[in-house]
């Protein structure tokens, strides 16, 4: 009997290693990866902090600039399950980065929120609620307003056209409607209403969330387009089209896609999304 307790401590204790051991290399490879695939467009990686919170981005910028096209990255793998958060908030699937490694402009910024692709090992900072229950709290929304500021005081004739991916879309209407140096807004699958969006999924409410629909109706002059799938159960294209209610028609232009899901190929569509500008009627 105590051989068959230490038996099966020891295959616990190997089960467990190997645990650690397939999360280190999953997390290696997310990053390889992405590294790949930004370097393949020409895009270079930089690191900054703001409000103590850790932010990765890409960019490819050729001086002089005048027009910085920005690309908010969504959530990410923030759970594990609908109870179980995960430890590292990486995105397994980085279409916010496939978007900006498909556009060709001259210049190009990837923010990445908060901690994805930073580590391993995660700095003491990045702890779960920044990419959880406060992933978009005014703290965090004030963090990547101030990275993105970081960038354009190098360029400081640079306007900015905003790009959001899912949770990206959110924070990309809300930079958008508290910078100056604002043009045009696009979102992919955007989740702009993320009160409606976790009562549509029956998930805990967030009391801190900023949210875009909140702001809607400071963006009616914003020239404005929301790409949403039509086979997306995720955020569906209500989402975008109760926000352009709000936001009034004259300015936000919502699309349907069809046979695009949340997590489909965008990158693929994009060039071809990306030529329909934004414009006010």
Known sequence: MKKT??????TCVILISMTFLLTGCVGKNLRESADILAKQSGLTSENFSANGIYFRTWHRITPSVTLLRVYVEGDGFAWVSRTR????????????????????????????????????PLPAACNVHLWTDKRFSSNVIQAMNEVLSQVIQRYPQAKVELVGYSGGGNIAALLAAQRTDVVSLRTVAGN??????NALHRVSAMPDAQSAADVAPELASLPQ?????????TVPPAVAARFQQVTGARCAQVEVVPGMAHGSDWAARWPGLLAKAPVCR
């Open 192 to 197: 702009l209403d993320v009160a409606y969006v």
């Open 225 to 233: 387009i929301h790409f949403s799938g039509a086979d997306d159960r």
């Open 5 to 10: 307790k230490k038996a099966l401590a020891f």
């Open 85 to 120: 958060p995960s430890d590292d908030p990486t995105p397994h699937n980085p279409v916010g980065l496939a978007l900006a490694a498909a556009d060709q402009s001259a210049n190009i910024l990837y923010l990445a929120r908060p901690c994805q692709f930073i580590g391993p």
